[in-house]
């Protein structure tokens, strides 16, 4: 009787231990694909503040006419409620991946660097409109590169995840 006991108690703690352990992976994975989601949400956004700065700052110094380059309190307040969003996903909840998953997290810091430079870009832009547009290429392509690399270093069960992240979130779409 106690050894009967003893094996539906090992059983069970095994089966509880594979389920916790499921369980964990793909709340790694949905928080993974959120975080991703609000990266490239914050980097569209970034990239249509710093492109409307940069358009108007261009017609001010064709009209003669001075102009300070910052962002308005609203595309701010956006900005901000967005990165911070983002790294409390990446500092709480992604913070320690499931071993399996481990190789997943480095890409998406990576990437996460990344919108963190259009981030500061859009947020306080250069006192120079060409600076402005070079750094805005620079910061956009390194952000492309890393996207690049990311979907290529996917674990295994993470590239069909993308496809239905996709689907779930539009601003992946064409990630």
């Given amino acids: 009787l106690i050894t009967a006991l003893l094996v539906v108690v090992i059983v069970f703690g095994g089966g509880y231990a594979m389920y916790a352990k499921s369980l964990a992976e793909k709340q790694y994975v949905d928080t993974y694909f959120k975080a991703l989601y609000g990266i490239k949400t914050g980097v569209e956004l970034s990239t249509k503040v710093t492109g409307r700065i940069s358009s108007e700052w261009k017609m001010a110094i064709d009209s003669g006419r001075s102009f300070s380059p910052l962002p308005s309190t609203d595309e701010l307040a956006r900005l901000n409620r967005v990165k911070s969003e983002v790294e409390k996903m990446m500092t709480i909840q992604l913070s320690a991946p499931p071993?399996?998953?481990?190789?997943?997290?480095?890409?998406?810091?990576?990437?996460?660097?990344?919108?963190?430079?259009?981030?500061?870009?859009?947020?306080?832009?250069?006192?120079?409109?060409?600076?402005?547009?070079?750094?805005?290429?620079?910061?956009a392509t390194s952000f492309d590169e890393s996207a690049r690399s990311l979907k290529t270093t996917l674990p295994k069960p993470m590239p069909d995840e993308l496809v239905n992240a996709k689907k779930k979130y539009k601003n992946l779409k064409d990630f």
């Fill in 99 to 139: 071993k399996k998953l481990a190789s997943s997290r480095d890409g998406l810091v990576k990437l996460n660097d990344q919108y963190a430079k259009l981030h500061a870009l859009a947020s306080s832009p250069p006192n120079n409109l060409a600076m402005l547009n070079e750094v805005a290429l620079k910061a």
